[in-house]
Nanobody, 120 residues
């Protein structure tokens, strides 16, 4: 079985920073793209950032210049460095990964989510 586990969420003041981590474990052959999504109360889940297997990154306009996504392939881990946080960034953050298992079947996996709360 494959699992994604997020960590690093918490409560921070506006203008502060947090670094989220998401580690994949289990019967993994290869991890393709990885990314981060978030869901605020009463709103739809939205895409935040993504990184390809080759390290190419993309960001939602709302976080460009403030957030940075990266990955450590040796650790099967993706990170989201969040700087200059705003109250509007408050949400549950989920990591996502496209993973080929050892049975060579491709599937999307999701973490359980980690809460990020930004106070005024």
């Amino acid at each position: 079985q494959v699992r994604l586990v997020e960590s690093g969420g918490g409560l921070v003041q506006a203008g502060g920073s947090l670094r989220l981590s998401c580690a994949a474990s289990g019967s993994i052959f290869r991890i393709n793209a990885m990314g981060w999504y978030r869901q605020a109360p009463g709103k739809q889940r939205e895409w935040v950032a993504g990184v390809s297997s080759g390290g190419n990154t993309n960001y939602a306009d709302s976080v460009k210049g403030r957030f940075s996504i990266s990955r450590d392939n040796a650790k099967n881990t993706v990170y989201l460095q969040m700087n200059s946080l705003k109250p509007e960034d408050t949400a549950v953050y989920y990591c996502n990964a496209e993973i080929i298992g050892t049975a060579f079947l491709l599937r999307d996996y999701w973490g359980q989510g980690t809460q990020v709360t930004v106070s005024s």
